[in-house]
């Protein structure tokens, strides 16, 4: 299969969906709807790999807009710095990596 784009390969499974509920015991379209959704997930995760690669992991001081005190998220560059001038978040990585550190003894706990 050729390099498509993301609503190509949608379009492609859903196509072959439809093709394969009026002939259920068609090899061919079922090979055909397996090689589009396996294409579809191999690009929809490497564009959520992309959208998180611009990301930047913080950790949140106190709780705010949805995010717990002592926990880590990834926010983009603005946001991290938006966050950290605001004194609600740390993008220091010693307080990332005790805030992951914390977070993980306590799951065990």
């Not at 001081?61 to 946001?79: C, F, R, Y």
């Amino acid at each position: 299969m050729a390099k498509l784009s993301l609503a190509d390969l949608q379009t492609a499974v859903t196509a072959a969906r439809e093709a394969l509920a009026k002939e259920p015991e068609n090899a061919a379209l079922k090979a055909e709807l397996e090689k589009a959704v396996a294409a579809l997930a191999k690009e929809e995760e490497a564009l959520a790999k992309a959208k998180d690669a611009g990301k930047i992991e913080v950790r949140v001081l106190v709780d705010h807009g949805g995010h717990a005190a002592d926990s880590v998220t990834s926010l983009t560059a603005d946001e991290a710095k938006a966050a950290v001038k605001a004194g609600w978040a740390d993008d220091d990585k010693a307080a990332v990596a005790f805030a992951k550190k914390e977070a993980a003894a306590q799951a065990k706990a």
